[in-house]
């Protein structure tokens, strides 16, 4: 008589330990890589590739922030008060809808967390700033990008991109890398195409280098509207890119939602007394804007003689399209440049192979620039 086996149970499943893992889109993300800042084996370099004012800033900035070090210990003003009023006056705004952070860059991205989530779409124009993209990632929304046409914003097509899940326009005015800016007719039709829900950020970050009349950084069209926002920068006219200032102009109801999100201490003592005292310093301001002026209108003709294209700028910056053929291309032009000590930027990133942005500087470095390049052209070592 056989004895009946019992079922052999099965070995459970190993349970699978949980993985953390970043938000959706979070990790298609490119990191922005800044411009370069030092080149191996060169004791002296022109830092030309990150647009910043090479004058430096105001005298009475730097005296307000050093005279500010005894007192590094305490927290700022979480409110930036005597910042946002000074900003207001000088530009004839209500300090009310006045917002400051950390870099114009914070805003952009506060605005985006604010108003774009998972699924929707955040258009820009084609070569608008990388931030946007980056932006819209972070938050698992979608970037769109509008064609330009002749290195300029396009509003038909970019009217022509939004969708039902359109929710925050990008446009920055100048744009950067290419110079180019829209006229204020052309910005109210572009906002006089979007729908209520679409919130348009206009980045001004080089507005106060632009002296056309036709051109204003989006003061007006917030004034009349609920849904657009301007943002300004004190990194490039007041020469502050190491402190990261930045501000924005909006609605009430819009400066109430950013307020409730951004950090209740997230711009500097340092970086708000700096900010008073170079935003009060009108006479510095406009010689920094005369000497970009100058030597923009100055290298641009000389790039010029030497057969380069020199896209149109108004800012401190220029685009430059270099030949195709290889050994004269700009990916050699940059190399070359570097190991001279002349920084720029190469534009491959943003889909401009062909060019390279130098940024505007005093008559030394814009000297530097045109010898170096006239040296790469004419293939001497």
């Not at 090479?54 to 050093?66: C, L, Q, V, W």
């Given at each position: 008589m056989t004895t009946p086996t019992s079922p052999i149970a099965s070995e459970p499943t190993p349970a699978v330990p949980p993985r953390l893992e970043a938000k959706p889109g979070i990790l298609d993300i490119a990191p922005y890589v800044g411009g370069d800042h030092s080149a191996e084996g060169v004791n002296r370099v022109f830092r030309l590739?990150?647009?910043?004012?090479?004058?430096?800033?105001?005298?009475?900035?730097?005296?307000?922030?050093?005279?500010?070090?005894?007192e590094i210990h305490r927290y700022p003003d979480g409110q930036s008060d005597r910042l946002r009023r000074?900003?207001?006056?000088?530009?004839?705004?209500?300090?009310?809808?006045?917002?400051?952070?950390?870099?114009?860059?914070?805003?952009?991205?506060?605005?985006?967390?604010?108003?774009?989530?998972?699924?929707?779409?955040?258009?820009?124009?084609?070569?608008?700033?990388?931030?946007?993209?980056?932006?819209?990632?972070?938050?698992?929304?979608?970037?769109?990008?509008?064609?330009?046409?002749?290195?300029?914003?396009?509003?038909?097509?970019?009217?022509a991109r939004v969708t039902e899940r359109t929710r925050i326009l990008f446009l920055a005015n100048p744009n950067n890398p290419t110079g180019s800016w829209l006229p204020r007719a052309e910005m109210r039709r572009l906002h006089a195409g979007l729908p209520g829900n679409v919130l348009l950020v206009i980045d001004a970050a080089y507005a106060e280098y632009v002296e056309d009349a036709d051109y204003d950084p989006g003061i007006e069209l917030v004034d009349d509207a609920e849904n657009v926002v301007m943002t300004r920068t004190f990194s490039k006219i007041y020469a502050l890119a190491g402190l990261r200032l930045g501000w924005m102009y909006g609605s009430p109801a819009v400066v109430d939602v950013v307020n409730r999100v951004r950090g209740p201490f997230n711009v500097t003592l340092a970086a708000q007394e700096a900010g008073v005292a170079a935003m009060?310093?009108?006479?510095?301001?406009?010689?920094?804007?005369?000497?970009?002026?100058?030597?923009?209108?100055?290298?641009?003709?000389?790039?010029?003689?030497?057969?380069?294209?020199?896209?149109?700028?108004?800012?401190?910056?220029?685009?430059?399209?270099?030949?195709?053929?290889?050994?004269?291309?700009?990916?050699?032009?940059?190399?070359?440049?570097?190991?001279?000590?002349?920084?720029?930027?190469?534009?491959?990133?943003?889909?401009?192979?062909?060019?390279?942005?130098?940024?505007?500087?005093i008559e030394e470095e814009m000297r530097a620039v045109q010898a170096t390049v006239a040296d790469f052209l004419a293939g001497r070592p």
């Open positions: 590739a990150s647009n910043e004012n090479t004058i430096g800033p105001s005298p009475k900035a730097k005296a307000a922030y050093a005279a500010i070090a005894g000074t900003i207001g006056r000088v530009n004839g705004l209500d300090p009310a809808r006045i917002v400051c952070g950390a870099g114009s860059d914070e805003l952009l991205q506060i605005l985006t967390k604010c108003y774009a989530g998972v699924g929707d779409e955040v258009l820009y124009s084609q070569y608008g700033f990388m931030m946007y993209p980056i932006a819209a990632k972070s938050v698992g929304a979608v970037p769109v990008a509008a064609p330009e046409r002749d290195l300029c914003t396009d509003v038909d097509a970019l009217l009060e310093d009108e006479a510095f301001v406009q010689h920094s804007r005369e000497t970009a002026t100058r030597w923009r209108e100055w290298l641009t003709a000389e790039l010029a003689a030497l057969g380069l294209t020199v896209y149109p700028s108004v800012a401190n910056f220029v685009l430059v399209r270099f030949p195709s053929e290889p050994g004269r291309d700009a990916a050699a032009a940059l190399a070359f440049l570097k190991r001279r000590g002349v920084l720029v930027r190469g534009m491959a990133g943003y889909g401009l192979p062909d060019c390279l942005r130098i940024g505007i500087g």
